[in-house]
């Protein structure tokens, strides 16, 4: 998968420089070539038109995409796919990259990229994609809404599917903007030292890591979670959410004001983060996690952990 | 046995001790919660000592094994103090580094709740900066006679064994010259003198060392590979589930009782998921061969860090029910050692600062 994954930052990158200062071409050419490319067919069956390979070779592309400070609707074309596929609908626009996600948040739908889309699925059936009152994230991306609330089952399949792989885009970034800090604190030099030798500012490094750490451990328990669990894929999610603000804030405290120029490029990731962990936020997230667990008690709680038994000693 | 029916199993065994009445939960139940009947109770159902050897009356299972019975040892709020130290690292080393009469004599009898550890390794002036011990080790005939003063040692009026870092020579570098001695507490030169702390009695204890004497079969390793041995064994002392749900008691009350923002009780729920995944991935690297010293003090920040976030959230949510009351209190009495024992949350802070770095290079 990594070759792929390597693959993926290369074509995206080199069309991210052809359109530096034009946020909405450069989305576009990141939709386009996602779509072009088929990285969506990952962790989709030969049988149905994909690529084969599992939901964790799928995220480990998402995830390095991301930390290459990248946009690409991969989870979106994914959960967009898998859910054509698991209500019976034809494929066929969807293994072309034309169909996405709808997320219902309140008196609203959100639909990430839906301006370059055909449709998007909801509770088992899909909406067109037009008249979206159109509307971006901090980093640029298209996330256009529909107006009125839907309701569907709880917890959704396509939903949860969309949830891992955004996870993965959130930890992607996240480990991205630690690593970065990390470098920088050791080589930027003030008071004639490399200023990771201050504990102060060596907390912050460790700060940021392990936030990073923290996410991608929920990732890995989201990953291996039933398509309709209630607990352990928005606590992934919801994780890498919190872990988001934390790194972007310690990352640009340790980088200091070159932190915040366009020229070091911090803010590819920082913006990013910001921009994903608000779709949906890591509190609408809990308070739903609160919720299951509140019907379900601490047995579900406790047996929402990950899959440990997963490839230990038979 | 997978490990899934080995977790069914303990739940099962543990429900029924505690309708019985044989353990009463409570937080920090590893460190507080003493009692030598049920290590043995727990050594007769064959779960002390998992991961060893059966030739050293242990069960030859993984550290993922080990895992799932430790965090439901833990959920249940189970006293397991009394073996806790020997079955998590000191078994561990001795089944490692140990010659094979020490092997022979201890194992079994830890893995039977009869052998007792307790940690000789902080001193007065060796707290985080531990290769600065200065208890000696003299070299006689047919072993080594130790003289010193070893402090915070938990358990120690009541073990029956120590785990002794001292110093055999002076190096160059502080860090040589050390090395690892199992040593019997009821041996002549050993003192044990109990420290009251903010609960009373306490578990803290120091001993005196004024040539108490360690046979040469009970030296653990090599003479002068100490500081190595035990960078090795914070592995094992840092990276168990034990660092996240010292208070899981607490929060298994909490759940029970619904009460409660759902907003805060989801947050504490998805950050245990994670932990315990991240506790998890840890006994699957050291069922690989690798000691992951770094990821265990990636844990153990995080994990101390949610200890005390879930006293937080009992405090703002728990009814004014006196039981409750207690246990909220008794939790709250513990949680100044979670961030300190095993290493203070500024030292792990250095060592994760420090593999970040590494990783970024």
Not at chain 1, 5 to 32: G, H, I, K, N, T
Not at chain 2, 21 to 44: K, Q
């Amino acid at each position: 998968m990594r070759a792929v994954a390597e693959a993926a930052v290369q074509v995206l990158s080199a069309q991210v420089a052809a359109y530096r200062d034009d946020p909405a071409a450069e989305m576009a050419a990141m939709w386009r070539t996602t779509g072009e490319q088929g990285w969506h067919l990952l962790a989709v069956p030969e049988t149905a038109g994909g690529m084969g390979g599992d939901l964790a070779d799928l995220a480990a592309v998402v995830r390095a995409v991301s930390a290459a400070g990248l946009s690409a609707p991969l989870p979106e074309l994914h959960a967009g796919l898998f859910g054509m596929l698991a209500a019976g609908l034809d494929p066929a626009a969807a293994l072309d990259g034309r169909i996405g996600v709808a997320l219902p948040r309140g008196a609203e739908i959100a639909v990430p990229w839906g301006r370059h889309l055909d449709a998007a699925v909801l509770a088992g059936t899909t909406l067109p994609c037009a008249d979206l009152r159109p509307a971006v994230n901090l980093a640029h991306e298209p996330v256009d809404t529909l107006a009125g609330a839907a309701a569907g089952t709880t917890p959704d399949p396509v939903v949860n599917r969309w949830r891992i792989l955004h996870a993965a885009r959130l930890v992607g970034a996240a480990e991205g903007a630690a690593r970065r800090t990390a470098a920088y604190a050791a080589t930027r030099e003030q008071f004639g030292r490399p200023i990771a030798r201050f504990q102060a500012v060596a907390a912050l490094v460790a700060e940021a890591h392990a936030q990073a750490v923290l996410a991608a451990a929920a990732l890995d328990a989201a990953l291996v979670a039933a398509d309709d669990d209630p607990v352990t894929v928005p606590a992934g999610l919801a994780t890498a959410a919190r872990a988001a603000g934390v790194v972007a804030r310690c990352a640009h405290q340790v980088h200091g004001a070159i932190g915040v120029t366009r020229e070091l490029g911090l803010e590819r990731l920082t913006r990013r983060l910001w921009a994903w962990r608000d779709l949906p936020t890591e509190h609408e997230l809990e308070a739903g996690i609160g919720r299951a667990v509140r019907a379900g008690g601490e047995p579900l709680a406790w047996s929402a952990g990950p899959e440990f038994d997963v490839g230990s000693s038979g | 046995m997978s490990a899934a029916a080995l977790r069914a199993e303990v739940r099962a065994q543990l429900d029924e001790w505690r309708a019985a009445g044989i353990f009463t939960p409570r937080s920090d139940s590893w460190l507080v919660g003493y009692d030598e009947d049920f290590s043995r109770r727990l050594g007769a159902r064959g779960w002390i000592g998992l991961t060893w050897s059966p030739e050293y009356g242990g069960h030859g299972r993984g550290f993922v094994d080990r895992f799932v019975l430790t965090e439901e040892l833990l959920r249940a709020g189970a006293p397991v103090a009394a073996h806790w130290i020997a079955d998590r690292q000191i078994g561990p080393a001795i089944a490692r580094l140990g010659t094979g009469a020490l092997r022979r004599e201890l194992l079994p009898a830890i893995a039977a709740g009869e052998a007792r550890f307790c940690l000789g390794m902080s001193e007065p002036d060796a707290g985080s900066d531990l290769a600065s011990v200065r208890t000696r080790a003299r070299r006689v005939d047919g072993g080594w006679l130790l003289a010193g003063q070893k402090v915070w040692s938990s358990n120690a009026h009541r073990a029956t064994h120590a785990y002794v870092l001292a110093r055999t020579s002076d190096g160059e570098r502080r860090h040589d010259g050390l090395s690892e001695f199992v040593l019997d507490v009821t041996a002549p030169g050993v003192t044990v003198r109990r420290i009251p702390d903010l609960r009373g009695p306490g578990h803290f204890c120091e001993i005196f060392l004024d040539d108490a004497f360690v046979p040469d079969a009970w030296v653990l390793g090599g003479i002068g590979a100490g500081w190595a041995q035990v960078t090795e064994q914070l592995a094992f002392e840092r990276g168990g589930p034990e660092r996240v749900l010292s208070t899981y008691p607490l929060l298994r009350r909490l759940l029970d009782t619904a009460a409660g923002p759902v907003g805060r009780v989801g947050e504490l729920v998805a950050r245990l998921v994670a932990l315990r995944r991240l506790a998890w991935q840890v006994a699957v690297r050291m069922d690989a061969g690798e000691a992951p010293v770094a990821a265990a003090a990636t844990l153990k920040l995080l994990g101390n860090r949610f200890e005390v976030d879930v006293i937080e959230a009992a405090r703002e949510t728990l009814p004014s029910d006196e039981d409750l009351r207690a246990a909220l209190d008794d939790a709250v009495l513990a949680a100044p050692g979670f961030s300190l024992r095993g290493g203070t949350t500024e030292v792990l802070s250095v060592v994760v600062g420090r593999e970040a770095m590494r990783e970024a290079r």
